[in-house]
């Protein structure tokens, strides 16, 4: 058993979403454990250059499981996370085109994916239209045959009561994820 753990917040320790990954990769019964912190060492812009180095791929397809720490920047993914999908989304290794259309490559993989919001996004709510965050994890994954696990911690920038709240509600939730 090889889990992936990756983090992409830039605040260190104050950050939820690391908080909540790495609650998540505790509880786990994780076995063998590789980091990635793409804050701390980030992957450049992809190049055409880069697609003969096959390393990060390589890295995901040997894990049997995926916890990513994922805060919402600008309604979005960190760039830093981008880079790293970048990198993982290749035709004829993660996903093909066959007679039927696009077809995953990657299923049975568990991909858990914490995630960390200043605002909230609920179905309805104003902002709703906004969140591309999870819906772009969620694409992306369906899309090379894996269905993403999502905890979240929403509503972070509200006020320190708030993101008490919702902090200690998520790290309950990845008690019930690892199970
Ligand atoms: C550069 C930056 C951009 C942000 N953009 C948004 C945003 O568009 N929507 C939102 O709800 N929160 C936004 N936030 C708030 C973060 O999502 C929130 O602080 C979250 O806790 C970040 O995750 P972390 O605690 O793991 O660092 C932004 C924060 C930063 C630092």
């Avoid at 939820?16 to 609650?23: F, H, I, T, V």
């Avoid at 697609?51 to 830093?80: C, H, K, R, W």
């Amino acid at each position: 058993m090889t889990t992936l753990h990756i983090d992409s917040s830039i605040t260190g320790e104050n950050s939820a979403s690391r908080e909540l990954s790495r609650s998540i990769v505790d509880r786990l019964n994780a076995g063998s454990v590789v980091y990635r912190d793409l804050a701390a060492d980030p992957l450049p812009h992809l190049t055409l250059d880069a697609f003969a180095d096959t390393s990060v791929l390589d890295e995901f397809l040997a894990a049997d499981t995926v916890v990513i720490g994922a805060p919402m920047y600008n309604f979005s993914l960190p760039s830093q996370l981008k880079a790293w999908i970048d990198r993982i989304l290749i035709a004829g290794k993660t996903f093909r085109y066959g007679a039927d259309g696009p077809e995953g490559l990657a299923q049975g993989k568990r991909v858990i994916i914490a995630l960390a919001r200043g605002g909230f996004y609920n179905e309805g709510s104003p902002a709703a239209g906004l969140e591309f965050l999870e819906r772009y994890l969620t694409g992306i994954f369906n899309f090379i045959g894996i269905e993403p696990e999502f905890v979240a911690a929403d509503g972070l920038a509200i006020g320190p009561e708030q993101r008490a709240e919702s902090i200690k509600q998520a790290l309950g939730e990845t008690v019930r994820l690892a199970a």
